[in-house]
């Protein structure tokens, strides 16, 4: 061994007894190259063997049915609305209809804001100098 440390220092030594390699891949290899039947090659994949040119392929659209105007110009309008809902058109107020409802919201807006105006009153902040202390019986300040 050479001096060095690990494998640095290593040197290879070979033997004439020894297998360097892939010597058994490559001797299984060289026999089944050697023992085979040679098979010929089909050149020609599914895909090319049943092409056929275009050219050469049947008019299928000459059959083809003629084309109704009327029934493809329904498919693009959809159905109408009697169509949809059967229970007839939507429902259009009339101006009294109308008006009582925005009576009966303006009332309902009003009765919402009174309430919150006597909310307010009832918890404003008091400054020190509005505050009124009530006096009870029993209770007595104490000074720290």
Do not use: W
């Amino acid at each position: 061994m050479e001096v060095g440390y690990g494998i640095c220092g290593h040197k290879n030594s070979f033997s004439t007894g020894v297998k360097i390699g892939n010597y058994v891949e490559d001797r299984i290899g060289a026999e089944l190259a050697r023992n085979s039947s040679v098979k010929p090659i089909n050149k020609h994949s599914e895909h090319s063997a049943s092409f056929i040119n275009p050219r050469d392929m049947p008019d299928k659209c000459a059959h083809a049915p003629a084309e109704n105007l009327v029934e493809r110009n329904m498919l693009r309008q959809g159905l109408s609305y009697d169509l949809i809902f059967e229970h007839g058109r939507a429902h259009i107020p009339s101006t009294a209809e109308q008006k009582a409802n925005n009576e009966a919201e303006r009332r309902r807006q009003l009765d919402i804001k009174r309430a919150r105006e006597a909310r307010d009153q009832r918890t404003t902040y008091l400054s020190t100098s509005q505050a009124i202390i009530p006096t009870q019986a029993g209770y007595r300040r104490c000074h720290y």
